[in-house]
């Protein structure tokens, strides 16, 4: 067995990879014959790949690492943890200090009774757990007629054959046999796509008015929860109308349905404030976290209920639990992230001057003329690409071609941006500086320029009629 490092010449490295590891959500065939990126470190907002290349990492890692890279109190944290109690469980009347403490920080930091955690390692195992725990919730109730989840087209929940099935992604339905029985998808207010003539604030309405229609169709006594992302992230960083989510919680409230806020990528400074419920004024009485909770050191996530929910879970034993359920290590680093995301005012910073300057930066990009509308909250922005800027046209050739070489110009200009079919994405480190913003807005451009070009001689600016 060969020792495997940094130091082997990256086609060897490559051909390890296509030889032993499948990657997810990647065409393994096409992967294998361009050759994969072999990304070697990393460090504030930089990644450097194994040809000594380095990129402005303008997704934090998958949205996640909103501290930025190459914390060594991090690495410190979970030292100090595997060297005490490297693993305990919190099964059977157990507990330990990091499940304890961290618990208990996140109860300080989320709004209102959210005061309870159930811990889980992805976002994906804390929202397979709210499938159960909603379920489980209201047949303690006396009402176990209560099962539909109600979601969105277009939602990304994660992986798992729940969580996909929450999710809205019709690709991902298509394997495997999804979604599972009882989740229910309305449309997503994606006015920009699919608003057409309507105007956005009456457009918002609409779409929000959808999950009452749901609701009598389905029947009031047969609907547990609704559950969505305060702004869609995976499916474009889709800012809703003004008017969307106010309506929502209207519904909510009125139907006394459980409102699951999936605050995953929102969640931990991501749109300006600790979570994305407080910026878009939600009150849910389920929050899924993961992702920035610790920044993607460790894998961790969870459901964190209110006092009401838990005091109704209270009442029998929730056969649910992962092995890792709040695994020391993963918390001791989350709470250390957490510390400095809070001591050194980065999610303070975040809201008052990153978010207004990258705003302010990002915004100019809408004047590209390859680029339809430039959307932002916080730290998460998208841009819709189009053959014709005036009336938002869609391109003729698949959905996803013009987005995968604008994102193949941004890598070949050291920035990652991400495609969502023709939208791009960004969501950089909250530590990013104003020098970088700067760099990511240039690149950008230039990316742009560059794919517009491309576009042009190949044929690609036509409209889909
Ligand atoms: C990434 C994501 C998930 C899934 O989290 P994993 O840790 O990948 O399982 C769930 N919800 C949202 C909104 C996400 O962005």
Redesign the pocket.
């Known amino acids: 067995m060969t020792t495997i490092t940094n130091h082997m010449p990256t086609a060897e490295l490559q051909a390890l990879d296509a030889a032993h590891h499948l990657h997810p959500f990647t065409h393994g065939a096409d992967l294998a014959r361009k050759g994969v990126r072999v990304i070697t470190r990393a460090e504030g907002t930089t990644l450097t790949d194994s040809e000594g290349n380095d990129y402005l990492d303008a997704m934090a890692g998958?949205?996640c690492v909103n501290l930025g890279y190459g914390r060594h109190e991090l690495a410190e944290a979970a030292a100090r943890q595997m060297k005490e109690l490297p693993y305990y469980n919190t099964f059977f009347q157990t507990t330990h200090v990091p499940a304890i403490a961290l618990a208990a920080r996140i109860a300080e930091l989320t709004p209102g009774d959210l005061n309870h955690v159930f811990f889980a390692s992805?976002?994906?195992?804390a929202?397979d757990t709210n499938i159960r725990l909603v379920r489980t919730y209201w047949a303690q109730k006396g009402k176990p007629e209560k099962q539909v989840i109600i979601s969105r087209k277009n939602a990304?929940?994660?992986?798992s054959m729940g969580?996909a099935s929450l999710g809205g992604m019709a690709p991902m339905h298509a394997q495997g046999g999804l979604p599972i029985p009882g989740i229910h998808h309305i449309d997503q207010p994606h006015w920009y796509a699919e608003g057409g003539d309507t105007d956005p604030a009456e457009f918002g309405l609409q779409r929000a008015r959808a999950l009452e229609e749901a609701i009598h169709e389905l029947g009031e006594d047969k609907v547990a929860a609704f559950i969505a992302?305060p702004i869609q992230?995976?499916g474009g960083v889709i800012v809703p109308p003004e008017t969307y989510w106010p309506e929502i919680q209207r519904i909510c409230d009125k139907y006394e349905i459980l409102l699951i806020a999936?605050e995953?990528?929102c969640g931990f400074g991501r749109t300006g404030n600790w979570f994305g419920s407080q910026t878009l004024n939600i009150r849910p009485d389920i929050m899924?976290i993961?992702?920035g909770l610790s920044s993607g050191y460790q894998?961790i996530?969870g459901s964190v209920v209110t006092d009401e929910v838990a005091a109704v879970l209270d009442g029998c034993e929730f056969a649910h639990g992962y092995t890792y359920s709040g695994h020391p290590v993963a918390c001791a680093v989350a709470l250390e992230n957490l510390r400095i995301l809070d001591e050194e005012g980065i999610v303070a910073r975040a809201g008052s001057e990153t978010a207004p300057y990258l705003k302010e930066k990002w915004e100019t990009l809408a004047d590209h003329p390859l680029v339809g509308e430039a959307r932002i909250c916080g730290l998460m922005g998208s841009i819709a690409l189009t053959p014709h800027k005036d009336s938002r046209a869609k391109f003729a050739a698949e959905a996803g071609t013009a987005g995968l070489i604008c994102r193949e110009h941004c890598f070949a200009n050291n920035l990652i941006m991400r495609h969502v079919g023709d939208r791009m994405v960004i969501s950089p480190p909250l530590v990013i500086t104003r020098g970088e913003i700067d760099t990511l807005v240039e690149r950008a451009w230039k990316a742009l320029d560059l794919a517009h070009k491309q576009l042009g001689d190949e044929g690609l600016m036509k409209a889909a009629s």
């Open positions: 998958l949205w992805s976002g994906s195992e929202n990304y929940h994660g992986s969580s992302e992230g995976a999936d995953v990528i899924t993961a992702k894998p996530g």
